[in-house]
C-alpha cells in the first residue's frame, strides 16, 4: 500500500490519460455533489417544517365540545357537548405519566371600548401556561402571570392590532380597557407569527377571573401538552385514550365525530415525517444513480488501462509478480480516482449547503447542513465504490497469463 514504486506507477497511468481520467471522475464528483447537496436542503426543508408548523410544544392536544350527529344512550341527537373544569381534572389525573402540562380555556365575545373606540372581540381566559402553547409573543410587558390567577386580577393582554384600534401611537402597557362593565389594565402586547390579523385582535384575561365574573364551570377548549420525549405513536395513543374517556363522560357514540373534537397536532407531525422518508428515499435514488453511473465510468478506464498495460503486466508477472500484486495494483489506482474525484464533490457540495444560510428561508429551507456521520458514510460509500468500479479490471488483469500478455499486439 505504501509501496513508493507503485504510487508513482499509479500516477504516471493517471497523467497519461489525464482527460479521460477526469472525466470519468467527474461523473462521481457530480454523484456524490447532487447527492450531499440534496440530502442538505432536504434536512433544511424538515428544518423549515418543525420551525414554521410544529415549534416547541407545539404537538398539543386540544379537546373541545361540539354538537352530536346520533342518538345514544337514551339521549337524542343535536345536544351541544360542553366540556368543564372536571373533564380537565380528571384527563390530568388520569394520564399523569404523558402529560407535561394541562390548560382550560374559557372564550367569550364581547365589546370592549375606551375613549377612543369600541367594538367586539374575542376574549379568552387562560392560564400562564398557555403562552409556551401558542405561537405567539409577547413583545411588551408581560403575560397572565401565577400572581393574576391567585388574585383573580382584571389584567388582560392585548394582540397588536386591538393596541393599534384603542392606543394609535401611544404605549397601550398601564392602560386601562372596559370589558362589558369592569375595566381591565394592560399588562402585555403579543404578536401572533403565524395566526394574521384575527389572532392579532384578540385578548387574554386570567383563567380564574373568567371563571368568577361568568360564573361557570364550563371551558370551551382544553389543551394538554404532552412530556418532552413521547413518541408521536405514544401521542397518538394518548390522544385517543383521552378521545375515548370524554365521549364515555359525555354519552357521545364511538361513531359520532361532531359531539367531541379532538386535534392531534402528531398525527400531522407522523404524515410530515413519512413525507421526508419518502424525499430521502428519493435523494439516495437520485445519488446511487449517479453513482452507479460514476462507477461504470471509472470501471471502463480501468478495463482501457489494463488493455493498454497488458503486455507490462505480463513482464511483471513473469519477473514474479503474483496476481494479488496485480490485482491490489489496479484496486489501488481505481480507489485513489474515485476518491480524490468524488471527495471534491462532497467538499464543494458541503461548503455550499453549509454557507447557504437563511437564504432559502422564504422556501421554508432553514440551516439546511449535512451532519458529520453522513460524510463519513460518504466517504465509505466512496471506497465501496472505488473498489467495485476497479474489481472486475482488476481481476481481469490478474487472470492475464505471461505468455499470452507478451504476444499481445
Known amino acids: 500500500m505504501f509501496d513508493t514504486d507503485r504510487w508513482s506507477e499509479i500516477w504516471s497511468s493517471i497523467a497519461s490519460n489525464k ?11 457530480l454523484a456524490l455533489f447532487v447527492f450531499i447537496t440534496l440530502y442538505g436542503l432536504g434536512n ?28 345514544y344512550n337514551g339521549f337524542k341527537q343535536g345536544r351541544t357537548i360542553e366540556l368543564d ?41 387562560v392560564y400562564p401556561e398557555y403562552e409556551s402553547m401558542i405561537n405567539e409573543n409577547v413583545t411588551l410587558g408581560r403575560f397572565i402571570n401565577k400572581k393574576d390567577m391567585e388574585n383573580q386580577s382584571k389584567s388582560i393582554v392585548i ?31 403579543f404578536e401572533s407569527k403565524d395566526g394574521g390579523d384575527n389572532a392579532e385582535r384578540a385578548l387574554y384575561a386570567p383563567f380564574t377571573t373568567f371563571r368568577t365574573i361568568y360564573a361557570t364551570d364550563k371551558v370551551s377548549s382544553i389543551i394538554i401538552t404532552p412530556k418532552d420525549g413521547l413518541a408521536l405513536t405514544d401521542i397518538s395513543k394518548l390522544a385517543n ?54 462507477i461504470v465510468s471509472i470501471g471502463n478506464i480501468m478495463v482501457f488501462s489494463v488493455k493498454e498495460r497488458t503486455k507490462e503486466i505480463g513482464i511483471r508477472k513473469a519477473l514474479g509478480a503474483t496476481p494479488a500484486n496485480v490485482l491490489g495494483l489496479i484496486l489501488q ?32 429551507i432553514y440551516n439546511p447542513g449535512v451532519e458529520t456521520n453522513s460524510l463519513v458514510m460518504a466517504c465509505i460509500i466512496l471506497f465501496v465504490a472505488g473498489t467495485v468500479s476497479g474489481l472486475i479490471p482488476a481481476l481481469n488483469a490478474a487472470r492475464i497469463k505471461p505468455i499470452d500478455a507478451l504476444r499481445d499486439e
Open 19 to 29: 482527460l479521460r481520467t477526469a472525466l470519468s471522475g467527474l461523473t462521481i464528483a
Open 44 to 71: 433544511g426543508l424538515q428544518n423549515g417544517f418543525q420551525q414554521e408548523f410544529f415549534k416547541a410544544n407545539s404537538l398539543n392536544i386540544t379537546v373541545n365540545g361540539g354538537t352530536t350527529t346520533e342518538p
Open 85 to 125: 373544569v372536571k373533564d380537565s381534572n380528571f384527563i390530568k389525573h388520569s394520564f399523569p405519566d404523558e402529560i407535561k402540562s394541562i390548560v382550560s380555556t374559557i372564550s367569550k365575545s364581547d365589546t370592549i371600548r375606551n375613549e377612543a373606540n369600541s367594538g367586539s372581540y374575542s376574549i379568552t381566559g
Open 159 to 189: 394582540g397588536r392590532l386591538v393596541a393599534q384600534d384603542f392606543f394609535p401611537n401611544k404605549i397601550a402597557i398601564g392602560k386601562y380597557l372596559q370589558l362589558g362593565s369592569s375595566m381591565y389594565q394592560v399588562v402585555g402586547v
Open 241 to 294: 385514550a383521552i378521545e375515548y374517556n370524554m365521549r364515555v363522560r359525555h354519552n357521545v357514540a364511538p361513531t359520532d365525530y361532531g359531539g367531541v373534537w379532538v386535534r392531534n397536532a402528531a398525527d400531522a407531525m407522523e404524515d410530515t415525517n413519512q413525507f421526508f422518508v419518502i424525499l430521502t428515499i428519493i435523494v439516495f435514488v437520485i445519488g446511487g444513480g449517479s453513482l452507479i453511473a460514476g
Open 333 to 364: 489506482e481505481a480507489i485513489l480516482i474515485t476518491i480524490i474525484f468524488g471527495a471534491i464533490g462532497i467538499a464543494f457540495a458541503a461548503l455550499l449547503v453549509e454557507n447557504i444560510g437563511d437564504s432559502l428561508e422564504e422556501y421554508f
